[in-house]
């Protein structure tokens, strides 16, 4: 291959650090800035999408929308681009209309600018690939509930090598936030309320995408969940100690296990000070303190909403010097705020060196990508005849449905193998939309088109259930919107006509109030949507056995009905393949082994629900108020048609070095007539501290598929800097006291427990401290 003498960042045998260092030297101040900004060339959303509600700020986007919309791809990148904006995630088309579009969108880049240097594609993927007949997996509340890392890498590889195939190279997921209020509508993109089990299942989906080529993007930094009310983009009143000790450690997780390439920034303000405002966030503790080296990109017009929402810059030119001083490399979904930073720097507003800083990290994913090589070419970097929604991909996206959903109470009837009569109803019941998140495809962009069907075959509950059992009847009953009763006589007297009632309840995803769940789509409080409740209230008063299926995008309180249901179940939002996974669970063919990565509230109203409470959040402050706070089912809870018991907790030492470490090991044993999985979960807790800190934390977990009769031994090693937190001074240490080591299948039931003790000093520990809890499973085929 013949490399061109005046443009030597082309050779591929230079390190990717001194191609970039060669193109930024060889590039003008404006084509420098390019590389920053972005271009939504196929955005239609100001056309059909816009909320008419006028409780919605809408003045702002359609100032973003129309800036944004200005300039024409030929005309953004006249110096170059940065990123080329959703070019498969728009509008619905074919693989092969894709294909065409991305190689189109490249040559135009090419074309237009003196360089020559091709733009990055980045799309959404937070529940798959997010384009017209890609496979829609389970959404990340229900990656969650898995508690199975590996099957997470191996969906998020999956994943990755689907986008690559087809041209795209950078993919904005996961979501790290930390669930606080279950309220915010986008509790569903999440993967539950713990920052340890959020960490490591976000660090394998991290090593799943970044494996297949394609740059994972951690979202969003930070602080993003804990809203006020839990309404979306709403201030966060923080203190910096819970940033540190529950906010951040995922996404420093992400970084230090997995090497995450990009970061998102979080639309929220933290006590004032938005994150795209903020220099300790993106610089300090970022790059200085975690050593980041990648690129950090803006949430979708977050750099001109600190003009028009957070009103902390005057306009959106000096929004961008704003941001870019911040640590914002790259402005998405376009070029708005970055647009006058070559004004800026002429008028000595900015400095050169933040264009290059930024500059630099860009080329350098460009150079890592293979972008800059000498033989690239648009038609190079995709693949024809790519099928996204494969067999393969379906048994993947399957076998995670089954893993999540959770049995909450196996009740009177279940499983229904010997039930005669069955009537299903309720407005999840035979909708497949009801199966998908906000991020899907279906639910994200085919609402504005739905004349194109959903572009893959998803099945709903009733059809599974039919595959399932022999006698079904079915009334729909309500809708998951609305206050429309109508439909309550003709499914009570089906209700009634049958031996088993099954109510399909919960949420329908979409964006901003046109959903219950997802992204805008925030609760005033955790009752059932619409009259869904009432719904089941009027089933249960037949008298006949009713199980109550939630499919559901966050906790809704069952506490009215749970002690009247002949079952409950708990499917959070399973995917493409989720409805023959909860029929599967109803009729006993799976058994059940999905976990709440958060709890289910008793009460509607029950705030904070999370179980990192301190004492004076907990059940132990009883008496103090009137408000309960026990939950209905706490986290890591999960029922099964198999037993399990886990006993025999032996530490390796009674003490350990405030720098030491230590083993745990429990047996588990499959003490029931069918095959299973448990999860065993460590959580330790901090018997006197500094500060008032959660009761426990979870610090470890294993998946552990037994037989009957078979046991195993589970061994955590667990080093003191995992008992590690932000003390009176905001620094972090591990200290000397007691610790007791608990274990068992939830955050409630942990009969295995001990007490450790850590001597010596008072240890400060930074970035380089132990942030896992290796595991080993020494399985036992000749049982107890």
């Given at each position: 291959?013949s490399?061109?003498?005046?443009?030597?960042?082309?050779?591929?045998?230079?390190?990717?650090?001194?191609?970039?260092?060669l193109?930024l030297?060889?590039?003008?101040?404006?084509e420098?800035?390019?590389q920053?900004?972005?271009?939504?060339?196929?955005n239609?959303?100001?056309?059909?999408?816009l909320?008419?509600?006028?409780?919605?700020?809408?003045?702002?986007m359609?100032?973003?929308?129309s800036?944004?919309?200005?300039?024409s791809l030929?005309?953004?990148?006249?110096?170059?681009?940065?990123?080329?904006?959703?070019?498969?995630g728009?509008?619905?088309?074919?693989v092969?209309?894709g294909?065409?579009?991305?190689?189109r969108?490249?040559e135009?880049?090419?074309?237009?600018s003196?360089?020559?240097?091709?733009?990055?594609?980045?799309?959404?993927c937070?529940t798959?690939?997010t384009?017209?007949?890609?496979t829609?997996?389970p959404?990340?509340?229900?990656?969650?509930?898995?508690?199975d890392?590996?099957?997470?890498e191996?969906?998020?590889?999956?994943?990755?090598?689907?986008?690559?195939?087809v041209g795209?190279?950078q993919g904005?997921?996961?979501?790290?936030?930390?669930?606080?209020?279950?309220?915010?509508?986008?509790?569903?993109?999440?993967?539950?309320?713990?920052p340890?089990?959020?960490?490591?299942?976000?660090?394998a989906?991290?090593?799943?995408l970044?494996s297949?080529g394609?740059i994972a993007?951690?979202?969003?930094?930070?602080?993003y969940?804990?809203s006020?009310?839990?309404?979306?983009?709403?201030?966060?009143s923080?203190?910096?100690?819970?940033?540190?000790?529950?906010?951040?450690?995922?996404?420093?997780t992400?970084?230090a296990t997995?090497?995450?390439?990009s970061?998102?920034?979080?639309?929220?303000?933290?006590?004032?000070l938005?994150?795209?405002?903020?220099?300790?966030?993106?610089?300090?503790v970022?790059?200085?303190?975690?050593?980041?080296?990648?690129?950090v990109?803006?949430?979708?017009?977050a750099?001109?909403?600190?003009?028009?929402?957070?009103?902390?810059?005057?306009d959106?030119?000096?929004?961008?010097?704003?941001?870019?001083t911040?640590?914002?490399d790259?402005?998405?979904?376009?070029?708005?705020?970055?647009?006058?930073?070559?004004?800026?720097?002429k008028?000595?507003?900015?400095?050169?060196?933040?264009?290059?800083?930024a500059?630099?990290?860009?080329?350098l994913?460009?150079?890592?990508l293979?972008?800059?090589?000498?033989?690239?070419?648009?038609?190079?970097?995709?693949?024809?005849g790519?099928?996204?929604?494969s067999?393969?991909?379906?048994?993947?996206?399957?076998?995670?449905?089954?893993?999540?959903?959770?049995?909450?109470d196996?009740?009177?009837?279940?499983p229904?193998?010997g039930?005669?009569?069955?009537?299903?109803?309720?407005p999840?019941?035979?909708?497949?939309?009801t199966?998908?998140?906000c991020y899907?495809?279906?639910?994200?962009?085919?609402p504005?088109?739905?004349?194109?069907?959903?572009?893959i075959?998803?099945a709903?509950?009733?059809?599974?259930?039919?595959?399932?059992?022999?006698?079904i009847s079915y009334?729909?009953?309500?809708?998951?919107?609305?206050?429309d009763?109508?439909?309550?006589?003709a499914?009570?007297?089906?209700?009634?006509?049958?031996?088993?009632?099954?109510?399909?309840?919960?949420d329908?995803?979409g964006?901003?109030?046109?959903?219950?769940?997802?992204?805008?789509?925030?609760?005033?409080?955790?009752?059932?949507?619409?009259?869904q409740?009432?719904?089941?209230?009027?089933l249960?008063?037949?008298?006949?056995p009713?199980?109550v299926?939630?499919?559901?995008?966050?906790?809704?309180?069952?506490?009215l009905?749970?002690?009247?249901?002949a079952?409950l179940?708990?499917?959070?939002?399973?995917?493409?393949?989720?409805?023959?996974?909860i029929?599967?669970v109803?009729?006993?063919?799976?058994?059940?082994?999905?976990?709440l990565?958060?709890?289910?509230?008793?009460?509607?109203?029950g705030?904070?629900?999370?179980?990192?409470?301190?004492?004076?959040g907990?059940?132990?402050s009883?008496g103090?108020s009137?408000l309960?706070?026990?939950?209905?089912?706490?986290?890591?809870?999960?029922?099964?048609?198999?037993?399990?018991?886990?006993?025999?907790?032996?530490?390796?030492?009674?003490?350990?070095?405030t720098?030491?470490?230590?083993?745990?090991?429990?047996?588990?044993?499959?003490t029931?007539?069918?095959?299973?999985?448990?999860?065993v979960q460590?959580?330790?807790?901090?018997?006197?501290?500094?500060?008032?800190?959660?009761?426990?934390?979870?610090?470890?977990f294993?998946r552990?598929?037994?037989?009957?009769?078979?046991?195993?031994d589970?061994?955590?090693?667990?080093?003191?800097d995992?008992?590690a937190?932000?003390?009176?001074?905001?620094?972090?240490i591990?200290?000397?006291g007691?610790?007791?080591?608990?274990?068992?299948?939830?955050?409630?039931?942990?009969?295995?427990?001990?007490?450790?003790r850590?001597?010596?000093?008072?240890?400060?520990?930074?970035?380089?401290?132990?942030?896992?809890t290796?595991?080993?499973?020494?399985?036992?085929?000749?049982?107890?």
């Amino acid at each position: 291959m013949s490399i061109s003498t005046d443009r030597p960042w082309r050779d591929p045998a230079l390190p990717a650090a001194e191609r970039a260092g060669l193109l930024l030297a060889a590039m003008t101040l404006e084509e420098k800035i390019a590389q920053l900004g972005s271009r939504w060339a196929g955005n239609d959303m100001a056309d059909h999408e816009l909320p008419e509600d006028e409780t919605i700020n809408v003045a702002p986007m359609e100032d973003v929308f129309s800036v944004g919309g200005s300039l024409s791809l030929e005309d953004a990148s006249r110096d170059g681009l940065g990123h080329l904006t959703r070019v498969w995630g728009s509008y619905p088309q074919t693989v092969e209309q894709g294909i065409a579009e991305v190689v189109r969108q490249h040559e135009v880049v090419l074309k237009e600018s003196r360089l020559g240097v091709p733009a990055l594609v980045h799309e959404e993927c937070l529940t798959g690939f997010t384009t017209y007949g890609a496979t829609v997996y389970p959404a990340s509340i229900a990656w969650g509930a898995t508690f199975d890392p590996s099957l997470v890498e191996r969906m998020a590889a999956a994943i990755g090598r689907d986008m690559a195939a087809v041209g795209v190279h950078q993919g904005l997921s996961p979501v790290l936030d930390v669930v606080r209020d279950y309220r915010w509508g986008r509790v569903e993109e999440t993967m539950g309320e713990d920052p340890y089990l959020v960490g490591i299942l976000g660090s394998a989906y991290v090593r799943g995408l970044q494996s297949a080529g394609v740059i994972a993007t951690l979202k969003h930094f930070a602080g993003y969940s804990a809203s006020r009310a839990g309404r979306n983009h709403g201030p966060v009143s923080m203190g910096r100690r819970e940033l540190l000790d529950i906010i951040l450690p995922t996404f420093e997780t992400a970084i230090a296990t997995a090497g995450a390439r990009s970061v998102m920034s979080s639309y929220a303000d933290l006590d004032g000070l938005p994150a795209s405002a903020d220099p300790w966030l993106f610089t300090d503790v970022l790059r200085d303190e975690w050593g980041f080296e990648g690129t950090v990109v803006s949430d979708y017009w977050a750099v001109p909403f600190l003009a028009s929402m957070h009103r902390v810059a005057a306009d959106n030119a000096d929004a961008g010097v704003v941001a870019l001083t911040a640590g914002t490399d790259v402005e998405l979904p376009d070029t708005i705020g970055y647009l006058s930073l070559l004004d800026k720097v002429k008028a000595g507003e900015v400095s050169e060196e933040l264009i290059d800083r930024a500059a630099r990290r860009v080329l350098l994913q460009k150079a890592e990508l293979g972008l800059l090589d000498e033989d690239w070419t648009p038609e190079g970097s995709v693949q024809s005849g790519v099928d996204l929604d494969s067999a393969a991909n379906r048994s993947l996206a399957g076998e995670l449905a089954e893993k999540s959903v959770v049995l909450l109470d196996a009740g009177s009837v279940l499983p229904l193998s010997g039930a005669a009569k069955v009537a299903v109803v309720g407005p999840c019941a035979d909708d497949p939309r009801t199966l998908m998140g906000c991020y899907a495809f279906p639910n994200h962009v085919l609402p504005r088109y739905p004349e194109r069907g959903p572009g893959i075959s998803v099945a709903s509950p009733l059809d599974a259930l039919r595959n399932e059992l022999a006698d079904i009847s079915y009334a729909k009953g309500c809708e998951v919107i609305g206050d429309d009763r109508s439909g309550f006589a003709a499914a009570v007297a089906a209700a009634q006509d049958s031996d088993v009632c099954v109510a399909f309840v919960g949420d329908l995803s979409g964006l901003f109030g046109h959903g219950t769940s997802g992204e805008g789509c925030d609760a005033e409080d955790l009752r059932l949507p619409g009259v869904q409740g009432e719904l089941l209230e009027a089933l249960l008063d037949t008298g006949r056995p009713v199980v109550v299926v939630v499919v559901s995008g966050r906790p809704y309180a069952l506490g009215l009905f749970a002690d009247r249901a002949a079952g409950l179940v708990q499917a959070f939002i399973p995917g493409q393949e989720g409805a023959a996974a909860i029929a599967g669970v109803l009729s006993g063919r799976i058994v059940p082994s999905g976990k709440l990565p958060v709890q289910i509230p008793r009460h509607v109203g029950g705030q904070p629900g999370t179980y990192l409470q301190p004492a004076l959040g907990s059940v132990e402050s009883a008496g103090i108020s009137g408000l309960e706070t026990q939950p209905l089912y706490p986290f890591g809870y999960g029922a099964s048609y198999t037993d399990f018991t886990i006993a025999d907790l032996r530490l390796s030492v009674p003490e350990i070095g405030t720098d030491g470490e230590f083993t745990a090991t429990v047996r588990v044993a499959n003490t029931g007539d069918r095959g299973g999985d448990e999860v065993v979960q460590l959580y330790l807790r901090d018997v006197v501290a500094r500060v008032a800190r959660p009761l426990k934390l979870l610090t470890g977990f294993a998946r552990v598929s037994l037989e009957p009769g078979q046991a195993a031994d589970v061994t955590f090693r667990v080093h003191a800097d995992r008992t590690a937190y932000t003390g009176p001074d905001l620094r972090r240490i591990v200290e000397p006291g007691d610790v007791e080591v608990m274990v068992g299948t939830s955050s409630l039931d942990l009969p295995c427990r001990a007490m450790l003790r850590l001597t010596g000093d008072v240890r400060v520990v930074g970035h380089d401290r132990v942030l896992t809890t290796p595991v080993t499973i020494s399985n036992d085929p000749g049982g107890g």
